[in-house]
């Protein structure tokens, strides 16, 4: 296995929109960002994954770029960008930024002139087709509810955009397009940046456009949308023409990537990506309806998702570890118990994520455990996600109730209430009314208050990250599931030619004792203060509790 920085790194993702207002216009932006810097790096992280800031209409909070070659007004200006690069790497961190090229705004000039005419230049940088018996071209869905294409009158024809009407997907068959890419990509890099997050880079490659005989939309992502024809004659240029010339880190995130495909897109051999995100994990409580679905999680196909993972990319490749982003739940409301045991399944999730085997990525918030919130009035939420899937709920006369009840479990902005930096009004947030409202737990969850607590769980997260460094072979030492069928445990070993860790997890809120032999090891840290209760090759787990323990190879 090659060593690497960024197999070594810590992640922390920034969602800028909710990170901290400089302002007062009660939306974060990058000044707000760099006031906080002192903050990330005391955590002990080593990048910064950035989503959006580049100009944008905020169809989708970013996800839908106008200009790829500035930053959106309400997040500040170039120079202000500038600075924050400089106050990143001044503090020894690097900086990824979030790449969407599967589609662009439709405000983005390509788009504006692409529609003007079916002879234009632009025409071809995205996808139109003609309609067929008075409809659409085919069945395919949208991610954000109804069809995937929408019609322009002016040309009598559809484009196409998987996700909403205003993000329609550039087309990559198009030669001139891609090299606008990997310019796009150019300028970030000599600007110094340190790498991508590519947005559903899976999904740039389209199939034939029949219609997809499938009615789980999991599986036309999976069979139709993902993983086209030619992803990896994409990647490999993108590789040879970009990439190769920097030091840059890469995470291509990739729906409908599986233990089958996922290996090639990151393959060191296949000179493509260096990380892929897959959703093994993610659409584990999502039913057949999707997010909007929901169903209970299945521990023990939680678990098998990263043995798989590792099994499967050991020796070839490298995986990233992540619980959670702004798309999906808060990490200690959906795995944890953000109950009575608030303050120690946090931690375990914590040492959950530091001590597996791949770039571990920490989604900003969770560092303080914040959870998920409950909003009494569907006008209280902002994505466009749970809008349109509201609206078409509406629409087929289903139970609005329901419906509220679901955005509570599953919705997106779960995860992008603004952080909760202090007690005082808008948690410190803003001095304005917030885009969005925050949790209305902030008084007790707080960056603040947890700061002045020896036990807290930001000053946790510090201590395990410190000891994931302290212990350099938890980079690269082999990973083993102990105990696959356990229904409340989670126990796994790693190992290299010095040391031997183990890492038992009581993910339920019983005291258990369980069988395990840790004669001779030492525990390293843990989320009890008490020593390890081992006796007689049986340890007694507290509700949620979570050891590393360590023993030196003879
Ligand atoms: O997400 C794509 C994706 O596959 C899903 O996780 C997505 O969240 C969707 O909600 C499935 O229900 C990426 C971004 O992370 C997301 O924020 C964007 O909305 C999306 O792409 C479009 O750019
Ligand atoms: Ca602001």
Redesign the pocket.
């Known amino acids: 296995m090659t060593e690497k920085w960024w197999k070594e790194a810590v992640v922390y993702q920034v969602y800028p929109r909710s990170f901290n207002d400089s302002n007062g216009d009660g939306i974060g932006d990058i000044p707000g960002i760099i006031e906080k810097l002192d903050h990330i790096k005391s955590l002990g992280v080593d990048v910064i994954w950035l989503s959006p800031v580049y100009k944008s209409p905020n169809d ?1 909070n970013g ?1 839908d770029i106008s200009d790829y070659y500035s930053i959106m007004d309400e997040f500040g200006t170039m120079q202000d960008f500038d600075e924050l690069l400089q106050g990143i790497h001044d503090r020894g961190m690097k900086l990824l930024m979030d790449l ?1 090229v ?2 662009s705004s439709d405000e983005h000039a390509w788009f504006q002139q692409s529609k003007l005419s079916k002879d234009n230049p632009k025409r071809d940088y995205y996808i139109w087709k003609k309609g067929k018996n008075g409809g659409p071209p085919n069945n395919w869905q949208s ?1 954000f509810s109804g069809s995937a294409w929408q019609y322009d009158e002016h040309t009598d024809e559809y484009y196409l955009h998987l ?1 909403t009407k205003k ?1 329609p997907d550039l087309n990559w068959e198009n030669p001139a397009l891609r090299q606008e890419v990997y310019k796009l990509m150019k300028f970030w890099l000599d600007k110094g940046v340190d790498g991508f997050r590519m ?2 880079i899976s999904v740039i490659s389209k199939r034939n456009y029949e219609d997809s005989p499938y009615s789980d939309f999991n599986d036309t992502i999976a069979h139709v949308y993902a993983n086209g024809p030619k992803i990896h004659d994409y990647l490999k240029e993108m590789y040879q023409e970009v990439l190769c010339k920097y030091d840059a880190m890469t995470v291509g ?1 990739g ?1 409908g990537i599986d233990l089958e495909n996922g290996i090639k897109y990151v393959a060191e051999s296949e000179k493509e990506l260096n990380m892929i995100f897959h ?1 093994g994990h993610m659409f584990i409580d999502h039913g057949k309806g ?2 909007f679905d929901p169903k209970p999680i299945d521990f023990i196909e939680f678990k098998k998702v990263f043995a798989d993972w590792d099994t499967k990319l050991k020796d070839q490749g490298w995986g990233s570890i992540f619980l959670g ?3 999906f739940q808060r990490i200690v409301s959906r795995f944890g118990n953000d109950g009575e045991y608030w303050n120690k399944s946090a931690k375990l999730l914590c040492l959950l994520l530091m001590s597996m085997r791949g770039t571990p990525y920490v989604y900003n918030g969770d560092e303080i455990g914040m959870t998920n919130v409950a909003f009494g009035r569907i006008d209280d939420y902002r994505d466009v ?1 749970i809008m349109n899937a509201y609206q078409e709920w509406k629409a087929e006369g289903k139970d609005l109730d329901k419906f509220l009840e679901n955005v509570h479990i599953n919705g ?1 902005d779960n995860a992008r209430t603004p952080i909760q930096w202090s007690d005082q009004k808008n948690g410190g947030f803003t001095s304005a009314e917030p885009w969005i409202k925050l949790n209305p737990n902030y008084p007790q969850i707080n960056v603040l208050s947890q700061e002045h607590e020896a036990d807290s769980i930001l000053n946790f997260y510090r201590r395990m990250i410190q000891v994931r460094k302290d212990n350099p072979s938890l980079f690269y030492a082999d990973f083993e599931d102990l105990d696959p069928s356990s229904e409340q445990i989670y126990s796994f070993k790693r190992w290299d030619e010095s040391s031997i860790y183990l890492v038992v997890l009581n993910f339920s809120s019983d005291k258990i004792i369980y069988n395990l032999d840790c004669a001779g090891y030492d525990k390293v840290i843990g989320n009890y203060d008490t020593g390890l209760s081992y006796q007689n090759g049986q340890i007694t787990l507290e509700p949620w509790e979570a050891v590393l323990l360590k023993k030196e190879q003879a």
């Open positions: 989708d996800y969407v599967n589609h991610f996700f993000q947005d559903v995130e729906p959703f999707g997010r982003n702004h798309d996600e997106r």
